[in-house]
């Protein structure tokens, strides 16, 4: 069966008042993971980096973690920083 996901987010649009927290609960829980399994002697040479987005009719919510960036651009060129890290964008 199919499911319109646009008539979902229209008539539970209170969800995604729920989605920046969500998402950064995720991110902390998935590095709190990784730290976990760090060799004996502290050091840990693993690595990772993420961009999610959702997009709806209405929203966009961003999140990333690592050196990942996320630039999103109109069909006329226009790009917009969409997630900031503050080691090079200040909003």
């Not at 539970?12 to 730290?35: G, N, V, W």
């Not at 960036?69 to 790009?79: D, K, Q, W």
Request: proline share 3%.
């Amino acid at each position: 069966m199919y499911t319109n996901p646009y008539s979902y987010t229209r008539s539970h649009s209170h969800i995604l008042l729920y989605l920046p927290q969500a998402l950064s609960t995720c991110f902390l829980k998935i590095d709190e993971e990784m730290r976990a399994h760090q060799q004996a002697d502290g050091r840990d040479s693993s690595g990772c980096t993420s961009v999610t987005c959702m997009v709806t009719p209405t929203h966009l919510v961003c999140a990333n973690a690592g050196d990942s960036r996320c630039v999103m651009g109109t069909g006329e060129c226009v790009l917009w920083c969409m997630v900031c890290d503050i080691s090079w964008c200040i909003v």
